[in-house]
């Protein structure tokens, strides 16, 4: 039975670590130059007769309008400090199928922590811990961890891993490479398509390989889905789509209790499919939790690589 637990906790420790860190590995690939395209559904039709004035009047009340769209979808974003939930998390992927219970703690602009608990036993089994500055991935029933900045860590150093790029993600934000927030001079970089015929419109950033789309609620401005994709020659393709349903009122804002991963990718050694769903089970905005984990004496430390060649084994 012991045994039974262990190989089933590390399967759900270990494959939740390698779907977020891909994720945000996805989410972060940093680069120095956007490439926006012309968006023609929200601009003004243009007309054949007519001054080079009017035409530059309806070029810039076309940036208007899109700024003013993604002003009110990044508006969007909580107040609070703090959000804190028991969760109910299910990992799927190949013909593996793992629930287990948990936790998420996040501290806007500081820590993102997400703990899981031995099945039927409710005891914490593992956590994973994102701040600013390191990475931590605790294993507790085998009383082991990985721990550095994201410089040390090669695997994610590479590839751009950047801690903004999840925070946005778990908050149901809007992202932008290289950033922690998004600021009126940023607005201009994100394209917006108007789909009036449909429920959601299409927010759009294009960086190198990297194609980033929120479909975004037309009247409430919410964000309800998020495709991210990736080609590259030497890495592979990869998309990952994330989407949020059953939106709860967090003080003056709405935040979504169900938020469910799809990742497809090439990158690895052989394709992977893997659906994460996080349902959080009871929202609030306690403040009073520690932002970091501290480690007694026994817990031992794996090196990064070691980790990540048992992660891909999965």
């Known amino acids: 039975m012991r045994n039974n637990v262990n190989t089933l906790v590390n399967k759900v420790v270990f494959a939740l670590a390698v779907t977020l860190v891909v994720t945000v590995t996805l989410s972060s ?9 012309e968006d023609k559904t929200v601009a003004v039709p243009s007309q054949t007769a007519g001054s080079q004035s009017d035409k530059n009047n309806k070029e ?6 899109q700024q003013q769209f993604v002003k009110k979808v990044a508006d969007n974003a909580v107040y609070n400090k703090c959000i804190t939930s028991k969760i109910d998390f299910n990992l799927k992927s190949d013909k593996k199928d793992i629930s287990v219970s948990g936790r ?9 922590r997400i703990q899981l608990n031995v099945p039927l036993l409710g005891m914490e089994a593992g956590r994973l811990e994102f701040t600013k500055d390191y990475v931590m991935i605790v294993d507790r029933i085998h009383t082991e961890y990985i721990k550095g900045d994201y410089n040390q860590i090669d695997f994610l150093k590479n ?20 950033s922690a927030k998004i600021d009126n001079a940023a607005l201009k970089n994100f394209e917006v398509t108007m789909n009036e015929g449909t429920a959601n419109s299409m927010v759009s950033l294009l960086r190198d390989n990297m194609n980033y789309q929120w479909h975004v609620d037309n009247v409430l401005g919410l964000i309800r889905q998020v495709d991210v994709t990736y080609s590259s020659r030497q890495h592979g393709a ?3 789509t994330c989407t949020y349903d059953d939106f709860k009122s967090v003080g003056v804002k709405q935040f979504p209790s169900d938020l469910v991963l799809d990742m497809n990718t090439s990158a690895t050694k052989k394709p992977r499919q893997m659906k994460m769903s996080i349902h959080l089970r009871g929202v609030n905005t306690d403040e009073k939790w520690d932002a970091r984990t501290n480690l007694s004496k026994k817990y031992k430390e794996v090196k990064p690589e070691e980790a990540l060649k048992k992660l891909m084994s999965l």
């Open 29 to 37: 690939c940093r680069s120095k130059k956007a490439l926006v395209k």
């Open 60 to 65: 810039q009340q076309r940036q208007l309008l």
């Open 104 to 112: 998420l703690q996040m501290r806007r602009d500081d820590v993102i």
């Open 159 to 178: 590839n751009g891993l950047d801690f903004y790029a999840l925070q946005a993600l778990f908050w149901n934000q809007l992202y932008m490479p290289g």
């Open 238 to 240: 990869t998309k990952v």
